[in-house]
Nanobody
Framework: EVQLVVSGGGLVQAGGSLRRTCAASGFTFSSYDMSWYRQAPGKERELVAAIASATGSTNYADSVKGRSTISRDNGKNTVYLQVNSLKPEDTAVYYC?????????????WGQGTQVTVSS
């Protein structure tokens, strides 16, 4: 059974930091590009950050660039998202997504959302 279990949400004050964790199981994690998305109330889901499976290269949305770090530990089947200097506009439900590469191309898995609320 494929699972992406997200943890690390919560309420935090503006200027603070939060680290989200997405623990994967049931698929070959190292062969999947991993990414974090978020969806704020009334808005579409948007990409926050992504990390490639093979190279570990990363990319970030402009809104979080310079204050966020996405990382992965293939030995633990886990991807992380650290966001610093949080702003009220970071308030959203955050999701992790796995996108298959190579033999697994076309497979897409989503974790459950975790609410992050940033108070001003």
């Amino acid at each position: 059974e494929v699972q992406l279990v997200v943890s690390g949400g919560g309420l935090v004050q503006a200027g603070g930091s939060l680290r989200r964790t997405c623990a994967a199981s049931g698929f070959t994690f190292s062969s999947y590009d991993m990414s974090w998305y978020r969806q704020a109330p009334g808005k579409e889901r948007e990409l926050v950050a992504a990390i490639a499976s093979a190279t570990g290269s990363t990319n970030y949305a402009d809104s979080v660039k310079g204050r966020s770090t996405i990382s992965r530990d293939n030995g633990k089947n886990t991807v992380y998202l650290q966001v610093n200097s949080l702003k009220p506009e970071d308030t959203a439900v955050y999701y992790c997504r796995a996108w298959g590469t190579g033999l697994y191309f076309g497979n897409v898995y989503w974790g459950q959302g975790t609410q992050v609320t940033v108070s001003s």
